[in-house]
């Protein structure tokens, strides 16, 4: 534990030159990021007496450890069930399996390679999976762990993994290949049987041409020693394993994709390519038994039915008491283009046919029974879609869906924005959950939710956690994140204010963004007054109360004009403009730059004074839960649209939300409903400049504004959720065809930062100002390349550049890029300065203050922090009549790039909250609750005792942060954070009663500071930056958690608390639990020895090495998995995790001595030979004379 006395530290200042490290500000870091004690106030200070504050926290309470991951699996490939552990793993393309099981069971594991799964085939009930990738690889994971890891692999070399069967209750494992051979892998040791089918054998040998892949492998219901082999081209071959032939060969002249058998082991029936079904019977196999085109239209003349569209799956699953299903998706009919993806229900005479959103994947039909050679009474189908899962009810007519208690709906729209909130007050959630459970659908199954395996306790965090995410829809929804699972409370359209936008109505509208015009780009939510306000990217802010009561009412709403005047005079040159990243909403992600328009000309009026979007002006009827208390919107300026909003503070206790963009900062008063401040960021300083800047003709500037560029909406970061991209958009060129963009080119620093040969400095944007585009120009730009995306119309100049490679979706998700100059003698020239942070608090606005008072902290895309005085009506009547003026106090300090965050702690290093409103319902029916007083929370309930005579400010940029004392505005303490990259977030949070700056870094580390002296605690490299999903969702909160979108359909969540680390174990789900196995149906003393028929069949005879030999070395090559003691450490602590840990150790010691063995016996067989062929020379030679050698 280090102590810090500031008397001595300050006295220390004194002495020191301004450049140096002198004395004990942040030990340990090193190279850049090397920490270091500056003056930056008056020396008098230094005599102001002061207590010494105890930092507790140290590197031993940091560690980093993803926990849980939520939401849809990004591009699903593959599904499987357990039947009797009734657990439901999916694959998908980028080598993930996420393991399903009851709520809150939820495990997510990756392969290595990241190739993608092809196949998954669960060892029902020995809790164990194979998965098979698209490097030709088989693993076998081991899930009696918490977090499953591969126990082997057997990559294959020569040929590729086409098709897996596993029969129930057997360790071999039938391998299909893309030659058409049948290869058997023992499941116990991962090793290759000698036994193989060989294409040519299994076909008749008249037959001229190769059967192509195997599609399907399965053993015959009736005889565990018949197995079937479903080729490609149409050829299904009824192996018999023991004589090493075929019993049965069938041929149609349609390739086949899947087949299914009747439980009796008599028929089996084929989906065709052709959208047909036919039914083969063992007896009978020269022709189908019965050929059916389900959706094909029957011809007049009663010619063969037209094709349809390719069966992909059928399932063939028999009932007791009623008709057998049949099931299947695709076949439906070409003429009906329009038709969604659809799965079809044949039963008896009956066909249903449900269609669904998204194409479909895979389907499983669940059955009551394990055994293949008994009736299956089907009882549910399980669809995966591309992205989403639905479960179909089959025992009632109408075939309803259960339920999903899984957070999958995450990406129902693309996510924009997150917050996360952790040990928030814990009356919320179950408020929240009632006034969303009002709005729940109905019509869902009655039935339990049929994936209902493993187990789960809630372990020892119980600290109440929400997640809230924005959408490109305008929607938020907020999460019970608590004891690492989710479960959505309660939606909020923000949308519900405004009037639907009408085809053909943008221009009147003055819209600026044309797909998603109400994403919410920012949110600020308050846990305590329960009030929030959420930015949209159509320059908008909205203030929402919470009520328990439905409520009729209209909407107030204002407009503010926020344009910056002074600007710099333009000259052909291209010039560098200044910052516009973000705190609360991890960089103004919509921007991009595509071309170039001219807005003026084109509506025919300048437009002026008018918003982007038409709020309602009827009373609206709004549910309990959020009610919109305020919109504000800014308008456009003659001509100029408005920029987006870059920042975003609400307090309740002073009843004032204030944002910024990059023209200047607005305050509103929401009691009021007034407008207290429209000023540019010029005029903020007044004569505290600390930058001379030339004035710009105002005139000029309007020719400025025609050439600006166009703006993506927010659906284009996610190319792969919407497909919603309208035709009807202006067409700009691709970024490299335009001639702007070769502008843009020449406009980068040469000084800015690059990682991984993308330009990755957050705070400025390139622009290309004084040329107008000729007609030929924009006739030349309008013209758009075959696949080149359409896009939006054109925003102001001053928007950020993100490129974003247009040619593939890949390129498109992965990329991230951004400019900026990192050079200060540029500053003369920056024409805009972007607000990019905000916090109200209780604090000292001058240096000759001698007590707290309500403060707002302005922070600029150029490092200059501003504090504005607040100055409120003294009694709480006053309130509602007297006006709250607001002024700048005078007091500028500087940072190193532009200012993310900020915080107040007390004289004795506690965080100090700002002042905030106890919540009350506006539209409560008691009479009391609406008359009283407001209850007014001024300090931090932490830190009971009076505040002193001092505070520290704590604020982080994307290149430093500074520890500053104040009214004395010395800077205590500062740390050069990095030197070649940014920071992406900054939050200063509470970690074991203790508070830190948490920082997430653009070259993809994790850090840690300690608070007030800035020590280094934590550094690790985490995640590189790979696109801007990641960069706009990070976020810290409380308690060592963090979050971000790991794909356009998960949530991430992870910790970097070493004790949430060490109590991970507890809180996770068990996929293993202990099941009988039920019995089979009338098998007497044979249960369990065989799999479907009561004639022996011992594999183990057939393909075990004595019999079948071993397979060729380099067919396929062994490799040990990691999962053997490694995840036992995790496991459960005393006697039963010693006898897991004894158990693998033998399990592994059985192995060598295994190898050893094998070893032995090759050495012996060696030297047999050896001794054989010397009898036989000797022999030879016994009876010749020297000489005749």
């Given at each position: ?245 075929a019993d049965l060969r069938a041929y149609y002249d349609e390739a086949i994709h899947s087949v299914a058998w009747h439980h009796e082991g008599k028929q089996f029936m084929c989906s065709h390519s052709d959208g047909s079904l036919t039914l083969w019977n063992l007896k009978s196999p020269n022709r189908p038994f019965q050929t059916t085109i389900p959706h094909g239209k029957i011809q007049r003349d009663g010619k063969k039915p037209e094709s349809c569209k390719p069966i992909l799956k059928v399932e063939y699953k028999t009932c007791k008491n ?611 007083k407001r209850k007014l929370v001024m300090h931090s309930p932490s830190s009971s005792q009076d505040m002193g005579d001092h505070q520290f400010a704590v604020i982080c940029s994307e290149k430093q942060a500074k520890v500053f004392s104040l009214p004395s505005q010395t800077c205590l303490y500062v740390h050069n954070i990095t030197e070649t990259s940014f920071l992406l977030r900054a939050d200063v949070v509470t970690l074991c009663n203790s508070v830190c700056l948490a920082c997430f870094c653009a070259n993809g580390h994790i850090m840690t ?181």
């Amino acid at each position: 534990m280090k102590k810090f006395n500031f008397r001595k530290v300050l006295d220390g200042l004194t002495a020191s030159s301004p450049g140096g490290s002198s004395g004990g500000g942040s030990g340990g870091g090193s190279g850049a990021s090397g920490g270091s004690v500056h003056p930056g106030g008056t020396a008098g200070a230094a005599g102001t007496p002061r207590d010494e504050i105890q930092e507790t926290l140290t590197s031993d309470y940091f560690q980093i450890c993803k926990t849980v991951r939520h939401g849809f699996p990004y591009l699903p490939t593959a599904l499987a069930f357990d039947p009797v552990q009734k657990i439901l793993a999916i694959g998908t393309r980028t080598g993930a399996i996420r393991i399903l099981g009851r709520p809150g069971v939820d495990c997510y594991c990756q392969h290595e390679s990241g190739a993608a799964v092809l196949q998954l085939q669960f060892l029902i009930n020995e809790g164990a999976l194979v998965s098979a990738s698209a490097d030709d690889a088989l693993h076998l994971w081991n899930l009696r762990q918490k977090r499953p890891a591969i126990l082997h692999s057997l990559k294959f070399n020569r040929e590729r993994i086409t098709y897996c069967h596993l029969p129930f209750q057997s360790k071999w494992l039938y391998v299909g290949t893309e030659r058409g051979n049948t290869h058997i892998v023992n499941i116990e040791s991962f090793i290759l049987s000698g036994y193989v089918i060989m294409w040519n054998k299994a076909i008749e040998l008249s037959t001229k041409t190769h059967p192509g892949p195997v599609v399907h492998l399965s053993d015959s219901p009736r005889d565990e020693g018949k197995l079937l082999i479903g080729y490609e081209n149409g050829t299904v071959v009824l192996w018999d394993l023991r004589s090493k032939r075929a019993d049965l060969r069938a041929y149609y002249d349609e390739a086949i994709h899947s087949v299914a058998w009747h439980h009796e082991g008599k028929q089996f029936m084929c989906s065709h390519s052709d959208g047909s079904l036919t039914l083969w019977n063992l007896k009978s196999p020269n022709r189908p038994f019965q050929t059916t085109i389900p959706h094909g239209k029957i011809q007049r003349d009663g010619k063969k039915p037209e094709s349809c569209k390719p069966i992909l799956k059928v399932e063939y699953k028999t009932c007791k008491n009623s008709e057998p299903f049949v099931i299947f998706s695709g076949g439906l009919s070409y003429d009906k283009a329009c038709r969604r993806p659809s799965l079809t229900i044949m039963h008896g005479k009956a066909i249903t046919v449900l269609e669904m959103d998204h194409p479909i994947v895979d389907f499983l039909t669940l059955c009551e029974t394990p055994y293949p050679n008994e009736f299956q009474e089907p009882y549910a189908v399980v669809v995966l879609l591309e992205k989403d899962l639905i479960v179909v009810d089959l025992t009632q007519s109408n075939f309803p869906i259960f339920e999903n208690p899984y957070p999958i709906d995450i990406h129902e729209s693309p996510v924009t924005c997150t917050e996360y909130f952790a040990d928030c007050p814990p009356d919320l959630i179950p408020v929240l959950y009632s006034v969303g459970a009002k709005h729940k659908k109905q019509g869902y199954s009655n039935k339990e939710w049929p994936i209902s395996g493993g187990a789960w306790n809630l372990g020892a965090q119980t600290y109440p956690e929400i997640i809230i995410t924005g959408h490109a829809d305008g929607s938020v929804k907020f999460w019970d994140a608590s004891a690492i699972t989710l479960q959505m409370l309660y939606k909020l359209k923000t949308s519900k204010v405004f009037e639907k936008q009408k085809l053909g109505e943008g221009k009147a509208t003055a819209e600026i963004v044309e797909e998603d015009p109400f994403a919410v780009q920012m949110m600020y939510w308050c846990p305590e007054s329960r009030i929030f306000c959420v930015a949209g990217v159509s320059a908008y802010v909205v203030v929402y109360r919470f009520s328990k009561h439905e409520v009729n009412t209209e909407i107030a709403s204002l407009e503010v004009r926020l344009q910056y005047e002074v600007e710099d005079i333009i000259t052909p040159e291209p010039e560098i403009i200044p910052p516009f990243p973000d705190a609360s909403s991890q960089l103004p992600s919509l921007k991009s730059l595509s071309g170039s328009t001219n807005t003026v000309a084109c509506e025919g009026t300048m437009k002026d004074s008018i918003p982007c979007l038409s709020v309602k002006n009827r009373p609206v009827r709004m549910p309990p839960g959020y009610q919109a208390d305020l919109v504000i919107q800014l308008v456009w300026v003659d001509g100029e649209p408005p920029q987006q909003i870059s920042s975003l503070a609400v307090n309740s206790a002073y009843g004032l939300v204030a944002f910024g963009n990059c023209n200047g900062l607005a305050v509103v008063d929401f009691m009021q409903k007034t407008v207290l401040l429209s000023m540019g960021t010029l005029e903020l300083y007044g004569s505290s400049d600390p930058y001379q800047r030339q004035p710009r003709s105002p005139r000029k500037s309007k020719q400025f504004a025609a050439d600006n560029f166009c703006m993506r909406g927010l659906s284009n970061f996610y190319p792969d959720l919407t497909k919603r991209i309208r035709t009807s958009y202006q067409s700009l060129t691709e970024l490299s065809d335009s001639p702007v963009s070769l502008e843009l080119e020449r406009c980068k620093s040469p000084t800015s930062d690059h990682v991984n040969g993308h330009c990755t400095s957050p705070t400025s944007q390139s622009c290309s100002s004084g040329k107008r585009l000729s007609s030929a120009d924009v006739s030349k730009a309008n013209r758009r390349g075959p696949g080149r995306p359409p896009f939006r119309k054109a925003q102001s100049a001053a928007c950020m550049e993100i490129s974003l490679p247009v040619t593939t979706e890949e390129n498109r998700e992965n990329s991230f890029s951004r400019s900026r100059s990192s050079s200060v003698s540029s500053i003369d020239r920056d024409s805009k300065e972007a607000i990019t942070a905000l916090y109200f608090m209780e604090s000292f606005a001058r240096k000759n203050d001698s007590a707290v008072s309500p403060c707002l902290w302005v922070g600029t895309g150029l490092g200059m922090v501003l504090i504005l005085s607040l100055n409120l009506p003294a009694s709480d009547d006053l309130r509602q009549s007297e006006p709250v003026m607001v002024s700048p106090s005078g007091t500028v300090l500087t940072l190193k790039g532009a200012v993310l965050t900020f915080a107040c702690l007390d004289c004795m290093g506690t965080l100090t909250h700002p002042p905030y409103e106890v919540w009350r319902d506006p539209h409560s029916a008691d009479e009391g609750e609406k008359t009283r007083k407001r209850k007014l929370v001024m300090h931090s309930p932490s830190s009971s005792q009076d505040m002193g005579d001092h505070q520290f400010a704590v604020i982080c940029s994307e290149k430093q942060a500074k520890v500053f004392s104040l009214p004395s505005q010395t800077c205590l303490y500062v740390h050069n954070i990095t030197e070649t990259s940014f920071l992406l977030r900054a939050d200063v949070v509470t970690l074991c009663n203790s508070v830190c700056l948490a920082c997430f870094c653009a070259n993809g580390h994790i850090m840690t500071l300690s608070l007030p002296s800035l020590r280094p605690l934590l550094d690790i490299n985490y995640l590189p930056v790979t696109d801007m999903r990641i960069a706009r969702t990070f976020c810290f909160t409380n308690e060592g958690q963090a979050l971000y979108l790991s794909s356009p359909t998960e949530i991430q969540r992870l910790t970097y608390s070493q004790e949430m680390c060490d109590n991970l174990q507890d809180m996770l789900g068990d996929l293993f639990t202990p099941v009988e196995t039920p019995e089979a149906q009338n098998r007497g003393f044979l249960k369990g020895l065989f799999g479907g028929s009561g004639q022996a069949f011992d594999r183990e005879e057939l393909f075990g090495e004595a019999t079948a030999g071993k397979a060729s070395r380099s067919l396929a090559q062994h490799i040990p998995g990691s999962g053997g003691i490694e995840g036992v450490r995790g496991a459960a602590g005393g006697v039963i995790g010693d006898l897991t840990r004894a158990r693998i150790a033998l399990d592994e010691r059985g192995q060598k001595l295994g190898e050893l063995d094998e070893r032995t016996a090759s050495m012996m067989a060696s030297a047999e030979a050896f001794s054989k062929h010397a009898h036989e020379v000797m022999l030879k030679y016994k009876d010749k004379k020297w000489y005749q050698f």
